[in-house]
């Protein structure tokens, strides 16, 4: 053996030390994750699937390392305080701006969001692709169903109408992060090995928050809800994790591509960069990746309550679907603290 073999085997050796050593800081500190987290230890895994949507086309050897994530999506009780906080206002309760879409009239350019609104009785299946999406002004994470509407009693539900800017924006006051896609679906995986659901391989409504019945145009209410449900309400996946199946879409650091391709054989793999993002549906927009489903995901229309299956969505857009829920890193302060 020459010497750059030699040189070459110590440096793999060395690489091997440092990834155990941080493995075995992540496992001591991860008995000291914050409070409402739960830890994750990582590991190596195939990301997507490839019986359901060509986007979410699989990869083999794909590792996360270990990380803390939130239990629950992040409720409205907790983005309250945030705001209270800081003064925060959200992309859906400020003005359109000008120079954005400067066709439109001042009125036109009104704080609001999309909500959700199910097409007129007697509408067939299926309804015309997205007609059940309406821009509501003065719709927002505080009035989610528009001006008429409140947070009374619903301060354990997820926030949303909650833009990634927002999500960003939250993460970084409380000192944690947005999860990758890799970390986000690992963890949903919670410990089974490509199985299709969180649970198992077989749907039920007795697990997660989404729709039953025929999309839009009526909601069986099997679950118990037609729209978003308190945290915690169906059982945790194998990590103690909950709701990572349906009820609001969560964002993740990712940017959209079709695939995951670009993740084979990496180490915490992420596509961090907007020149990246590429949906076919809408070329030149940028978006990140959203992940879990939502009350509104079907059987006969998305079906995307499964840890694989993805969406786009543009960063700027937030709408009655769309939560997040944060994790912490390794070199995450918070769990450096002893």
């Known amino acids: 053996m020459d010497s750059r073999e030699v040189l070459a085997k110590s440096d793999t050796i060395s690489q091997q030390l440092k990834q155990s050593s941080k493995l075995e800081r992540f496992v001591a500190s991860s008995q000291r994750c914050p409070e409402g987290m739960v830890a994750i230890t990582g590991g190596t895994f195939r990301i997507g699937a490839d019986d359901h949507y060509p986007e979410e086309k699989s990869i083999e050897d794909v590792t996360v390392d270990g990380f803390c994530m939130d239990k629950y999506e992040i409720t409205n009780a907790q983005f309250a305080q945030f705001v209270k906080e800081t003064g925060y206002v959200t992309i859906a309760e400020r003005p359109i701006p000008k120079e954005q879409f400067p066709n439109l009239s001042d009125a036109e350019r009104s704080p609001g969001s999309l909500t959700f609104e199910p097409p007129a009785e007697g509408t067939k299946v299926p309804a015309p692709y997205m007609s059940w999406w309406h821009w509501t002004q003065g719709a927002n994470w505080q009035q989610p169903e528009g001006p008429s509407s409140s947070l009374k009693g ?28 890799a970390q986000w679906e690992f963890a949903a995986r919670g410990k089974l090995k490509d199985a299709i659901f969180s649970w198992g391989n077989t749907y039920s409504p007795k697990k997660a928050n989404t729709w039953q019945g025929e999309f839009p145009i009526a909601n069986t209410k099997e679950d118990g809800y037609i729209g978003t449900a308190p945290v915690g309400t169906f059982p945790p996946n194998g990590y103690g994790l909950y709701d990572m199946t349906g009820n609001v879409w969560e964002w993740t650091v990712d940017w959209y591509i079709p695939g995951h391709q670009v993740m084979e054989h990496q180490v ?17 927009v940028p978006k990140h990746v959203v992940k879990g489903g939502s009350f509104l995901c079907a ?26 829920r944060l994790v912490a890193n390794p070199n995450n302060s918070l769990l450096k603290q002893s």
């Open 268 to 284: 915490n793999p992420v596509v961090s960069k907007p020149e990246q993002s590429f949906d076919p549906r809408e070329p030149d």
């Open 299 to 324: 059987r006969n229309y998305c079906s995307r309550y499964r840890p694989a299956a993805r969406e786009a969505l543009e960063p700027e857009t937030g709408m009655a679907h769309i939560g997040f």
């Open 154 to 181: 619903r301060e354990n539900y997820p926030v949303v109408h909650i833009a990634y800017k927002d999500a960003q924006a939250y993460a970084a006051w409380a000192g944690k992060s947005l999860p990758t896609e």
